[in-house]
Structures are given as structure tokens and as C-alpha cells.
């Protein structure tokens, strides 16, 4: 079974620190992605990363960037954290290619990140 | 651009009762559809998907989702729903060109009462 985990279940940090959630797959997946949650709003696309050292920008990208050095992990940074990024962050992965192919996403348990 | 609307936010039922979530997307080229299914303090997981083939897709809980392709449409149903059916559906799209990203609905909360 695909397993996605992330560092933290529950995160309180101030306004202006910066913040990493970290992100890692284990069933060797090209693309990765990183989702904010808030109640009404659905999912939202922060960014996306379909190979190592390559990301492409979602739909909400400001206040946010992110790293992938390893090809199973991927890491969101908040650079100066503030209350409106308050909110549950979602990271998932998806292999659509090859003999992993499986074009649906794999979630991770998300991360409930509070600003204050 | 493609778009998803899950036309109902809430949905409360009585259990054994049958249900219908409904999703409408819209896309200029051809798409793959997923409905996911998120329990309380937990991340989304797969419930069904259709790619191709029948467009009557199946989960192994007791739900199905049949693709509509004039209609744009993609509705979950259950005959007969169980207390712990409970939860956040939400429907996606994702264009068959690049099976990357995925846009979803904003999600229905279905809540089934004794």
C-alpha cells in the first residue's frame, strides 16, 4: 500500500516564523502535491512537483515555496508565517506513468497548522 | 480550465436511507473522475474512479458513480446508507492529457442520522 506521512499532525507557530511541513511517499511516485483545506473552500492547489528539483505553481503559491531534493519527499516552507495561512495542509502523490501508473492521489493524514 | 461543482454542501439522511451526491464538471477535452472520501481528522482517500469503459463505476462499500458524459455529470449514489458513512465526499477531475493534476469540488458533508 502507498503510504504518504507528514512530520506533524498538529503545528502552532507564531505570525512571521518560518515553517516547514514536510512531506514523504514511499512508493517511488513522480508527481507530489501540496493542498490547503479550509471549510466551504475545497481543496486549493498550493504547489505541484512532477520530478525531483521541479515544482510548478497551484493556485494559491503566494506566501508559500517549496523543495524537493529527493524524489520522495517534499517539503512546503511558509517563509514568514501569518493567520490567514492558518488552516489544515493536505500533501498527496500520484504516479501517472509507467507501471505505477495511478492517475488518483495518495494522501497523507494532513497537518492542522494554526498562527498566531 | 476545467471546474467541478458539487451542487449540495450538506446532506443530511436517515440511516438506510438512499442517497445521491451529485457532481458536475466541465472540461473542453476528456477526463478521468474520482469521487474521494474523507473521514473526520483524516486525509482523503480513494472511493471510486472512472477512466474508461463502463460508466458505471463501483466501490467496495456499497457506492457507485456513473459517468454522464452528455450531461457532464458524475453522481455518487447508495441505495442504503450506515452511520459510518459519515463524512466529506469530494469529487475530482483531471484531464486525460496530463494525468497530474486534479481539480476538486468544494466538497458535500454527508451526515447520517439514527
Known amino acids: 500500500d502507498v503510504k504518504v506521512t507528514q512530520s506533524s499532525r498538529y503545528l502552532v507557530k507564531r505570525t512571521g516564523e518560518k515553517v516547514f511541513l514536510e512531506c514523504v511517499q514511499d512508493?517511488?511516485?513522480?508527481?507530489m502535491f501540496w493542498y490547503r483545506q479550509d471549510p466551504g473552500l475545497g481543496l486549493r492547489l498550493i504547489y505541484f512537483?512532477?520530478?525531483?528539483?521541479?515544482?510548478e505553481k497551484g493556485d494559491i503559491p503566494e506566501g508559500y515555496s517549496v523543495s524537493r531534493e529527493k524524489k520522495e519527499r517534499f517539503s512546503l516552507i511558509l517563509e514568514s508565517a501569518s493567520t490567514n495561512q492558518t488552516s489544515m495542509y493536505l500533501c498527496?502523490?500520484?504516479?501517472?506513468?509507467?507501471?505505477?501508473?495511478?492517475?488518483?492521489?495518495?494522501f497523507g493524514p494532513g497537518t492542522r497548522l494554526t498562527v498566531t | 480550465a476545467q471546474s467541478v461543482t458539487q451542487l449540495d454542501s450538506q446532506v443530511p439522511v436517515f440511516e438506510e436511507a438512499p442517497v445521491e451526491l451529485r457532481c458536475n464538471y466541465s472540461?473542453?477535452?476528456?477526463?478521468?473522475l474520482f469521487w474521494y472520501v474523507q473521514y473526520p481528522n483524516q486525509g482523503l482517500q480513494l472511493l471510486l474512479k472512472?477512466?474508461?469503459?463502463?460508466?458505471l463505476v463501483e466501490s467496495i462499500n456499497g457506492f457507485e458513480a456513473e459517468f454522464n458524459k452528455s450531461q457532464t455529470s458524475f453522481h455518487l449514489r447508495k441505495p442504503s446508507v450506515h452511520i459510518s458513512d459519515t463524512a466529506e465526499y469530494f469529487c475530482?477531475?483531471?484531464?486525460?492529457?496530463?494525468?497530474?493534476?486534479?481539480?476538486f469540488g468544494d466538497g458535500t458533508t454527508l451526515t447520517v442520522k439514527p
Open positions: 512508493m517511488d511516485h513522480e508527481n
Open positions: 498527496a502523490s500520484s504516479s501517472p506513468s509507467g507501471y505505477l501508473l495511478s492517475y488518483e492521489q495518495y
Open positions: 475530482a477531475v483531471t484531464k486525460n492529457t496530463n494525468a497530474g493534476k486534479s481539480t
Open positions: 472512472y477512466l474508461s469503459g463502463s460508466t
Open positions: 512537483s512532477y520530478d525531483v528539483k521541479m515544482k
Open positions: 472540461s473542453s477535452v476528456s477526463v478521468y
